[in-house]
Every structure is written in structure tokens, then in C-alpha cells.
């Protein structure tokens, strides 16, 4: 099976723009979760979905938003960038029962300038 | 918020050697997992510890729990260069299936 793939890398935005990044699961998987991880922070969880509903939320400002398509896929949104969310952007996928275990995307790098 | 803290917070060995990373988290859990990043890439999961074992084994990797101390140690016999990495614990609790990430151990192991 192929693993998540995520989309784009690499993104170079300014303050103040928005960015969309996608996130497709690996096949069969419905839950869909999105990290965040900073050198000063580390790896901090935003959101989760399934079944096209957002299951969990982590606490992060409403700028950060995302959804999840019927095909599984989902993308997340942030508004008004700041500096302050440079970092890698990871998305995970986990099977439908059994375990916890997670399966994570490579990754997406947000630079803001 | 950390739920995990792993320690040390890096790791330098030779080649051959053991290596044995400690977590310690705060509340209680479902299940305890290890991951692995390589250089600011996508996370690979190693091993599952559920709340109800003590010892797991898989390969070169041996990860215990202890739950009344609230503690985990991952342990890699026979190191190899390739093991050069990032090592993150990461707690399960409660009916949520998020992760929560500890700060992470560098391992360098020399060649």
C-alpha cells in the first residue's frame, strides 16, 4: 500500500497570507490527524477527523482549520499567517479499529516570512 | 501540552552498543508508543506498549512500561549508524486517540 503522502513540501508564504496544505491517507484508513512541530514546542497535536467529522481539536487558535473529504483526504487551512507558524506540518492516518498506532506522512515545511 | 519527557535529551554511542532512552509522562494512559524521525522527516512508529504489559519486544528493540512510576524505556541492542535519529514517546489517554509527543532524544551513533 502506498504510505500518506502529503502536499505540497515545501511552501514559502508571507504574514498575513493563507495556506492550504493537503494530506491523503493511506488507502483503507479513515481517521486523518495533523501535528505541528516546532523546535521550541515540538510535536503538538491540531486536529483529528473521521468519517468527514472533526473528532478531536487541539488548542490552537481558529485560524487553524481543516476538513475531510469523503475519499478519506484531508486538508487543513491557516489564516493570517504569522511568523510564529513556521514548522513542519505532519499528517497521520490510522487504520479503522485495532490500534493506535499511527502512520505518518513525510511532511510539509511552512516557512513564513 | 507534554505529556511525555524523555531523558536523556541526547545520546551519543559507538557503534555496537546499546542504547536506552527513558520517558516518563503524567497522567494515566491506554498505551505508550515509540517513534522515530530522521532529520525533520515524516515520524515512523517502532513499537505499542498497552497500559496492561510490562515488555514488548520487536528485532533490535525492547520497550518496558511501568505504570505505577509512570515510565517507559526503549531500549536498542546492537546499534547501528542508521540508527542515528530522533526518538519520540507518545502517550495515548482516555477515549481520545491523539498523540501526545514528549520532547524527543538525539541518538548519534558513531560509526
Known amino acids: 500500500k502506498a504510505g500518506v503522502t502529503q502536499t505540497p513540501r515545501y511552501l514559502i508564504k508571507t504574514r498575513g497570507q493563507q495556506v492550504t496544505l493537503s494530506c491523503s491517507p493511506i488507502?483503507?484508513?479513515?481517521?486523518v490527524s495533523w501535528y505541528q512541530q516546532t523546535p521550541g514546542q515540538g510535536l503538538q497535536f491540531l486536529f483529528e477527523y473521521f468519517s468527514e467529522t472533526q473528532r478531536n481539536k487541539g488548542n490552537f487558535p481558529g485560524r487553524f482549520s481543516g476538513r475531510q473529504f469523503s475519499n478519506s483526504r484531508s486538508e487543513m487551512n491557516v489564516s493570517t499567517l504569522e511568523l510564529g507558524d513556521s514548522a513542519l506540518y505532519l499528517c497521520?492516518?490510522?487504520?479503522?479499529?485495532?490500534?493506535?498506532?499511527?502512520?505518518f506522512g513525510p511532511g510539509t515545511r511552512l516557512t513564513v516570512l | 501540552s507534554q505529556q511525555g519527557e524523555e531523558d536523556p535529551q541526547a545520546l551519543s554511542i559507538q557503534e555496537g552498543e546499546n542504547a536506552t532512552m527513558n520517558c516518563s509522562y503524567k497522567?494515566?494512559?491506554?498505551?505508550l508508543q515509540w517513534y522515530r524521525q530522521n532529520s525533520g522527516r515524516g515520524l515512523v512508529h517502532l513499537i505499542l506498549?498497552?497500559?496492561?504489559?510490562r515488555e514488548k519486544h520487536s528485532g533490535r528493540l525492547r520497550v518496558t512500561l511501568d505504570t505505577s512510576k509512570k515510565s517507559s524505556s526503549l531500549l536498542i541492542t546492537a546499534s547501528r549508524a542508521a540508527d542515528t535519529a530522533s526518538y519520540f514517546c507518545a502517550t495515548v489517554a482516555g477515549a481520545n486517540s491523539k498523540l501526545t509527543f514528549g520532547k524527543g532524544i538525539t541518538l548519534s551513533v558513531r560509526p
Open positions: 497522567t494515566s494512559i491506554n498505551n
Open positions: 488507502s483503507g484508513h479513515r481517521s
Open positions: 497521520a492516518s490510522s487504520p479503522p479499529v485495532g490500534t493506535d498506532t499511527q502512520y
Open positions: 506498549i498497552r497500559s496492561n504489559e
